[in-house]
């Protein structure tokens, strides 16, 4: 497993073994004590998948605050996306920053993306899965969206949105976002 920091403290970019043989390929996805040898620690409790039919749709930019917050492992098991981590930590050196990554059926690259942190994709293919593991259960209560074309954030989205979430087109700015949320 090799694991690669980003410029954003804690986000992480993982590509794990992949054994080929004239059957196809077999990888270890996850294995919670290669991953502590790489200083990550997290004890992941839920697994998530999602499907998207089309090419260009946007998921995102989501997170649950705190103390419901979650770190997240994300990986694309079929087709491409376009996955986007955002810093939404005050105290941090790169609060407000981003950092995106194509993630795919074929480069099998993974995001650890830590608490804090925003997170959005758009799919680059039709029928497009996204599978990834979290550390915190889902809590209606505790879920926000942020506006994926936020102007502050400037996301350079590689392609156009088709399809989209009623919940996500009326999503908030990151501005709006921090008055209600953090002040
Ligand atoms: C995320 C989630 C949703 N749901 C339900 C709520 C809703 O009825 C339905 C679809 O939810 P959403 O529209 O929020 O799904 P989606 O837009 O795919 O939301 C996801 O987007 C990506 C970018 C993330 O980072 C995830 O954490 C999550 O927020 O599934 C759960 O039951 N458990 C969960 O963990």
Known sequence: MNSFNTDLDGVKVIENKVFGDERGWFTESYNHNMYKENGIYTKFIQDNHSFSKYKGTLRGLHLQLYPKAQTKLVRCTRGSIFDVAIDLRPESKTFKQSYGIILSETNQKQLLIPKGFAHGFITLEDKTEVQYKVD????????????????????????????????????????????????
Not at 152 to 176: C, F, M, Q, Y
Request: net charge negative.
């Open 136 to 183: 915190e259960h889902y809590s209606k209560e505790h879920d926000r969206s942020i506006a994926w074309n936020d102007r502050i954030l400037g996301i350079d989205w590689p392609t156009e949105v088709n399809v989209i979430s009623d919940k996500d087109r009326v999503a908030p700015t990151l501005d709006t976002f921090l008055e209600r949320e953090y002040k």
